[in-house]
């Protein structure tokens, strides 16, 4: 069974930095795209940052120049640097990875989100 774990979230005042991660665990063969979405409350999930196995970036025009987005392939991992954060940036970030079980079956997923407070 695949898992996608987040960690890294928390409170942090506006103007800090943040770093999450997220490891994929599991029965896996390749992963392709990885990336992170955020929700507030009241709003809709949106993308934050999407990453492919080739590390062509995709980023939400709010968060650009702020947040980078990597992945360590050997490691099934993908991070968010979050710098000058702002109180909109409050949210759950969720992790999210098109990954490739065996029987080349490729399988959407998602973490179980972690909770980002920007405030002072």
């Known amino acids: 069974q695949v898992q996608l774990v987040e960690s890294g979230g928390g409170l942090v005042q506006p103007g800090g930095s943040l770093r999450l991660s997220c490891a994929a665990s599991?029965?896996?063969?390749?992963?392709?795209?990885m990336g992170w979405y955020r929700q507030a409350p009241g709003k809709e999930r949106e993308l934050v940052a999407r990453?492919?196995?080739?590390?062509?970036?995709n980023y939400a025009y709010s968060v650009k120049g702020r947040f980078t987005i990597a992945r360590d392939n050997a490691k099934k991992t993908v991070y968010l640097q979050m710098n000058s954060l702002e109180p909109e940036d409050t949210a759950v970030y969720y992790c999210?990875?098109?990954?490739?079980?065996?029987?080349?079956?490729?399988?959407?997923?998602w973490g179980q989100g972690t909770q980002v407070t920007v405030s002072s």
């Open positions: 599991g029965t896996i063969v390749g992963i392709q795209d």
């Open positions: 999210n990875a098109d990954i490739v079980l065996r029987a080349l079956n490729r399988v959407n997923y």
């Open positions: 990453i492919s196995n080739a590390g062509t970036r």
